[in-house]
């Protein structure tokens, strides 16, 4: 039993050092923090193994030691692979010398696997008998030689001039940690051969983790710790160079004790001067509003005098953190736009009221240009270019808006007019585009005359729907009656023929409801003229 006391502190120390591992919070790379928690992992079940190896041998269960013990064996080849998986990424010995011994690695763990297998066959590596005791057998003399070799070749490499060089003093630091497990775990090994019953390589294991926790994983904690300030400092930087260059130049700043309103200018720009406004005084907020008066556009003046004061700066400072206010002054022949911006800091225990005035006028001008161009191009992209009428594009929108309402239940009272332009594929056939250009602009304007309150698209090649509401809705039918009376009044030649089909909104779910009532009742409109249109070419 006293025995797997020694794999017990082994375990809890392991655990104790190194939780940020199995955390993810050890800042070594993420290649090789994998490759180490892995191989911890192994450590434990070897760990595991070895105790058990005590409890069993102490109880005398001759199959339980058996099989414990080929695990112990498997256990221990698989902490050697893992190991020097680890030591290869953590050396970034991407060269030959470290895929060899990732590959010999790999090789023993097979080895010792395979050997523990033909030894529950035929003992080659150890075997129990019927009182329990445990004997070493040839094999296992021949792969705990190979592991110490295989160790101590780890060793050499983490020492090897190609690895050293090109390195800080620290990594060669944490690079001879690795070679020391290396050392510590074969040094052990060796007595392990003479002395089987002493858990000696459990020992070897909770000395070199304790190592490698002190001297390796330590000190990439610490790097870490520096890489990320040294980012958040060059972030800060970065910050501040683009804030400072976002914000531009303030035309004045001032320092004032909120308490008896001494202020203090203490930037200026050359500009600024020439207003010979005083540099320091007291009487901060009535001695502003004062000298404002001759500089402010006067557009401005009632809604600068009814917001700047003390007890409104104040105020909004304290609800917001900062107080703002933009208006125009005069500087020179124009008028620019600025901003005061007003805060409250505190210095060595004192509150100061530090109050700056910004140029924004290139910003603002930027802003209204763009507001400008913006709104051009919206106005262009829903306008249809042959009759200037609005297009599908500015239709969807309007149905989109009384869908919303239709849903929200606030929408009024509104009627949907379709008007259908006949023969314009005749006219374009026998008088050419141009007229049948000017048949389009003939119909759109006699619509727009009609429904004179009411937005007009053309929402096809020869198709206009209308959406009337207020003064056009409450005179609906006579409009309607109105358009049709043109149409059928007389069909003379380049007079535009417009079927007319009409629907109100009766509780429809959505706008395509009553679009589709005045389409239908448009198609009966355009049979009707057809049949109208016949009868007059007859005569």
């Not at 066959?121 to 329990?132: E, K, N, T």
């Not at 700047?308 to 736009?337: D, N, P, Q, W």
Request: proline residues 2%; neutral net charge.
């Amino acid at each position: 039993m006293y025995y797997s006391a020694i794999g017990v502190i082994a375990v809890l120390v392991l655990l104790i050092e190194n939780e940020e591992i199995f955390l993810n919070r050890s800042g070594l790379a993420l290649k090789a923090q994998r490759r180490y928690r892995r191989f911890l992992l192994a450590v434990l079940v070897y760990y595991a193994t070895d105790i058990l190896w005590g409890i069993i041998e102490s109880l005398k269960i001759p199959s339980l030691l058996f099989v414990d013990t080929s695990l112990y064996f498997v256990s221990m080849a698989l902490a050697v692979m893992l190991w020097t998986q680890f030591a290869v990424a953590y050396l970034e010995a991407d060269r030959a010398e470290g895929r060899v011994l990732d590959l010999v690695g790999r090789g023993y763990f097979v080895t010792v696997a395979a050997t523990v297998i033909v030894n529950a066959f035929a003992p080659v590596l150890f075997s129990v008998d019927a009182q329990c005791v445990y004997k070493a057998l040839a094999a296992r003399y021949v792969l705990l030689a190979a592991v110490i070799v295989l160790l101590l070749c780890s060793s050499i490499y983490a020492l090897s001039p190609s690895v050293q060089s090109r390195r800080s003093d620290e990594l060669r630091h944490r690079y001879r940690a690795i070679a020391f497990f290396g050392l510590v775990a074969s040094t052990f090994l060796i007595l392990q051969l003479w002395f089987p019953y002493l858990p000696l390589y459990s020992m070897a294991l909770m000395l070199g983790t304790s190592v490698l926790r002190f001297r390796v994983i330590a000190g990439e904690k610490d790097d870490e710790r520096r890489r990320l300030l040294a980012e958040r400092l060059n972030g800060e930087h970065r910050a501040y160079a683009r804030i400072n260059a976002l914000v531009g130049e303030f035309i004045c700043i001032y320092d004032v004790d909120p308490e008896t309103d001494y202020y203090q200018e203490y930037r200026s720009v050359a500009q600024y001067e020439a207003f010979a406004v005083p540099k320091e005084g007291g009487r901060f907020f009535e001695a502003s509003r004062e000298n404002i008066r001759g500089v402010l556009v006067k557009e401005d003046q009632e809604r600068f005098l009814s917001l700047f004061s003390k007890e409104s700066v104040l105020r909004e400072i304290e609800r917001c953190g900062m107080f703002t206010l933009s208006y125009r002054i005069h500087f020179g022949e124009r008028a620019k736009y600025v901003q005061l911006k007003a805060v409250l800091v505190a210095e060595e225990g004192e509150k100061r009221l530090i109050v700056g005035l910004q140029d924004i006028d290139a910003a603002v001008r930027h802003e209204e240009d763009y507001a400008r161009r913006i709104a051009q191009i919206r106005d262009e992209a829903h306008t249809d270019v042959l009759t200037d009428l609005k297009n599908r594009n500015a239709y969807a929108e309007a149905k989109t808006r009384l869908d919303r309402q239709i849903k929200e239940r606030t929408v009024g009272n509104f009627a949907v007019v379709v008007m259908d332009l006949n023969d314009l594929k005749t006219v374009n056939d026998t008088q050419g585009h141009r007229a049948g250009d000017h048949y389009l602009r003939e119909a759109g304007r006699h619509i727009c005359n009609v429904f004179s309150h009411s937005p007009v698209f053309r929402v096809g090649g020869d198709e206009f729907v209308v959406i009337c509401q207020g003064r056009d809705y409450e005179n609906i039918d006579e409009l309607v009656r109105k358009a049709e009376s043109y149409t059928e009044s007389e069909f003379a030649p380049g007079r535009p023929i417009c079927a007319c089909g009409m629907a109100r909104f009766e509780a429809d779910s959505c706008v395509n409801d009553v679009f589709e009532r005045a389409d239908h009742s448009m198609y009966v409109s355009k049979r009707r003229l057809k049949s109208l249109y016949a009868a007059a070419a007859g005569t």
